[in-house]
């Protein structure tokens, strides 16, 4: 249950177990879930829709849930997290809505990339340290702890937000 609600883990203990890139790495897919790529070191391509970002240290990439996406490239020795969550995790004390229009990252059609600086990965590893013990916790896992530490993580990412949009100006984009 917990697994299919919310997962964390680091990046290189995956890389580790895992010959990169995967099948499923490579071939588009979409998962039901919110997730976020956060590299500490290194560098990774990955695809949202229809566009591929390149991105390194210090930079969190966001999923919103049924995107169309690949991760095309990582490089060897690459450090970071992975997480994703379902929404409900979150709507027992938010409206999706609500979320979305504090959490810009989290909408469908952002741009996916937050570039944060060092003052702030040194408040948000610790919280993603501390999600990743109470995830280990299994079935004694506490999910209003995972909602505090996830709502802690995004409002420490909110004021790097507008630093990090691009200029939208497709004709798709303004259509929608």
Request: net charge negative; proline share 3%; aromatic share 16%.
């Amino acid at each position: 249950k917990v697994h299919s609600n919310f997962h964390i883990n680091r990046i290189e203990e995956y890389m580790k177990i895992v010959n990169f890139p995967t099948q499923s790495d490579v071939v588009p897919r979409r998962i039901s879930v919110f997730s976020f790529f956060f590299l500490t070191k290194g560098r990774s391509i990955r695809s949202k829709g229809l566009d591929s970002y390149d991105f390194g240290e210090n930079t969190f990439f966001f999923l919103p849930a049924y995107q169309i996406t690949t991760h095309q490239e990582i490089c060897f020795g690459s450090e970071g997290y992975y997480c994703h969550f379902d929404m409900e995790l979150l709507n027992v004390d938010y409206k999706t809505k609500d979320l979305i229009n504090d959490f810009t990252f989290l909408e469908f059609n952002a741009n996916p990339i937050v570039m944060i600086n060092d003052e702030a990965r040194e408040r948000i590893i610790p919280l993603l340290e501390r999600l990743i013990v109470e995830y280990k916790a299994g079935e004694d896992c506490r999910f209003d702890i995972l909602r505090i530490y996830l709502m802690a993580v995004f409002t420490e990412l909110k004021s790097f937000v507008n630093a990090s949009k691009p200029n939208i100006s497709n004709s798709a984009y303004l259509i929608t």
